[in-house]
């Protein structure tokens, strides 16, 4: 049977080169929302700090019709850390809208998508998106790109996959580089004209590949897939099996099943192969499960998703504040909710250790990790987190460390102080090339050298510099690298920050608080100028005598502290920190909080070395 009702869609591409804003313009152009219909920008970001971040974390799935055609479209998100969500969303198309911004060019994750994409098979067509942009450079961009797809051994037919040039905010697309356009008419032929139509098998037994979960607090799991083959009826009785667990043999109900229309989840009786529906019924489903019909159990073959490269531990928080302001505090709200995030995220790894208050979470990346901390928050939970550190490998005998591929693109005068972070940590220059007054440089820079990188880098281009990093390889071990060159302003006892003690405490370095914070022994409340430590006792009150009142501290002047967010505290914390995660609070701590006892801890590992 050949569907030619149907094409099957993955919007891919590096981190904001308008995915999800193309995706608003189809909507609105392919008639799924009325004309008098208000709607938000990057409609298909529903997460909140999807929306405050203007990220995709989550891939997400919608669907246009046009010309009698419905067109299932997979929105992934572009940043490294969420790689794993953009490998599964694959093996539900059959073609992708590979996005490249028109200044910009390939970048790391350009890279990283394509070749999954290619490695799968999949025909391409390349959006050159905001060729309105003043700094567009629409040639060279089309030649980076040829460059790359050679680069990456593309097959003869997708190297010559067509070229459609698009501005995503303005909904306008053109076949031809020198014209703007003034709809998405041109986009949307050349979907049909270039990604056939799918040839499948509606008369065999069901097989549907899950690629995506979600959860309903009143059905349970829902699972998200394509049928490979055959139909899928609601009620219908099934078999769940996995292609890399064949010990998975579970007999269960497809108690409800659902197309997806525009931002819809429609019920609906039956779905044929080649569709995109979401069921519920199955409350063990995971990703990477086939259903299959209990005449014919036969597990589709899963991507194999990398393997994480940095990991922190999370624990119970126990500083002198713990319980008083999260609503989920104890090690089995922790535990539940961390496996529970497996079910969505194929990516993460949760561990048990031996303390059972801790659990060992591995993921793609400082932001993968940080993003799960901030949803956990949010959602009441308080817990504490260690400094991240990169997982090293055993090849041979010899330690092995996974490296990252790094572009920056800086102006040509503020190039010497990115050569000298990267000498520092230990960063390979592989090619340098000039874009008009700025200059893109391109290291293999081991994993743990970026940590804490990016406010550094910002600083050193004045907020010019624009950064991004991929996963390259795993090499050889490169030596050590020196985390972090400041101390810490440590306070010296517990409670209420007041204007004379943090007046002291500035003269010694930069402040995290103001006056009226709660702070406890043990926590850092500061970044010294130099290495190591200084405890500071900004609870200390000005001594009143005849002469003097305590309305003179009025006169004393605070410098503004520097509020640290959650990104920049995990930036910060060295391998004696932790951060304290609460609803209300981000706060720094040593994981030995008595001062006494942490100078001893101190002594005794100085006269180990």
Not at 32 to 49: A, I, K, P
Not at 339 to 351: F, G, N, P
Not at 414 to 422: A, D, I, K
Not at 551 to 562: H, M, N, Q, V, Y
Request: with cysteine; hydrophobic share 40%.
């Amino acid at each position: 049977m050949v569907r030619e009702d149907l094409r099957n869609i993955a919007i891919i591409a590096h981190v904001d080169h308008g995915k999800t804003t193309l995706v608003d313009q189809m909507l609105k152009q392919a008639g799924t929302f009325r004309e008098n219909q208000v709607v938000e920008e990057r409609v298909m970001d529903s997460g909140d700090l999807e929306r405050e971040r203007g990220i995709t974390i989550l891939a997400k799935n919608t669907s246009i019709h046009y010309n009698g055609v419905k067109i299932n479209i997979v929105d992934t998100p572009g940043h490294a850390d969420f790689s794993g969500e953009v490998e599964r969303s694959l093996k539900m198309v059959s073609g992708v809208l590979l996005l490249v911004d028109a200044a910009e060019g390939p970048m790391p994750q350009t890279r990283f998508v394509t070749q999954k994409a290619l490695e799968l098979g999949l025909r391409l067509i390349i959006v050159v998106n905001k060729i309105d942009r003043p700094d567009a450079r629409v040639n060279e961009v089309i030649d980076e790109v040829l460059e790359l797809l050679m680069d990456l051994n593309a097959t003869d037919d997708q190297l010559e996959s067509p070229f459609v040039f698009c501005s995503g905010r303005e909904g306008t697309s053109s076949l031809d580089a020198s014209e703007t356009g003034s709809d998405l008419v041109p986009l949307f032929d050349t979907i049909l004209e270039h990604f056939p139509p799918l040839e499948l098998d509606d008369t065999s037994p069901l097989q549907l590949l899950v690629s995506s979960i979600d959860y309903n607090d009143y059905v349970g799991r829902i699972g998200i897939g394509r049928i490979e083959r055959g139909v899928a009826r609601q009620a219908a009785d099934v078999v769940v099996c996995n292609y890399n667990h064949g010990e998975v043999n579970v007999k269960g109900k497809l108690v409800n099943l659902y197309e997806i229309e525009g931002l819809e989840r429609v019920p609906c009786e039956s779905a044929r192969a080649g569709d995109i529906v979401c069921f519920s019924g199955l409350e063990g489903i995971n990703i990477g499960d086939t259903v299959c019909s209990p005449d014919c159990v036969e597990a589709v073959p899963f991507v194999k998703i990398s393997e994480p490269t940095v990991e922190m531990i999370f624990s119970v928080n126990d500083s002198p504040f713990a319980g008083k302001e999260g609503k989920f505090v104890t090690t089995r709200h922790l535990r539940e909710r961390l496996y529970r995030e497996l079910l969505r995220d194929v990516s993460l790894r949760v561990e048990d250790t031996d303390s059972t208050d801790a659990f060992r979470v591995s993921g793609r990346g400082e932001m993968h990790l940080s993003i799960l901390i901030e949803t956990m928050r949010r959602e009441g939970y308080e817990f504490q987190v260690s400094a991240p550190k990169v997982l090293y490998k055993e090849i041979g005998g010899e330690r092995y460390e996974p490296v990252e591929r790094l572009i920056v693109d800086v102006p040509e005068t503020m190039t010497g102080p990115v050569f000298q972070s990267m000498g520092t940590r230990k960063g390979e220059l592989v090619h340098m090339s000039a874009m008009g007054s700025r200059m893109r440089l391109e290291f293999l820079v081991p994993a743990r050298g970026l940590f804490g990188y990016k406010s550094e880098f910002l600083t050193d281009t004045k907020g010019e510099g624009v950064m991004s990093s991929v996963f390259y390889e795993y090499q050889p071990y490169k030596g050590e690298i020196q985390r972090r060159l400041a101390g810490s302003l440590v306070a010296f006892e517990t409670g209420e920050a007041v204007t004379y003690g943090l007046f002291n405490a500035q003269g010694r370095g930069a402040l995290f608080i103001g006056a009226g914070t709660q702070v406890y022994e043990g926590m850092v409340i500061g970044v010294a100028p130099k290495e190591g430590d200084i405890n500071v006792n900004v609870c200390k009150q000005k001594h009143l005598t005849n002469t003097r009142s305590s309305s003179s501290d009025e006169a004393l002047r605070l410098i503004t502290p520097k509020k640290l967010s959650l990104e920049e505290a995990l930036e910060f914390i060295g391998d004696d920190e932790l951060v304290e995660i609460t609803p209300q609070n981000v706060r720094i701590r040593k994981r030995i909080l008595d001062n006494e006892l942490r100078a001893k801890a101190r002594a005794k590992a100085k006269a180990g070395m």
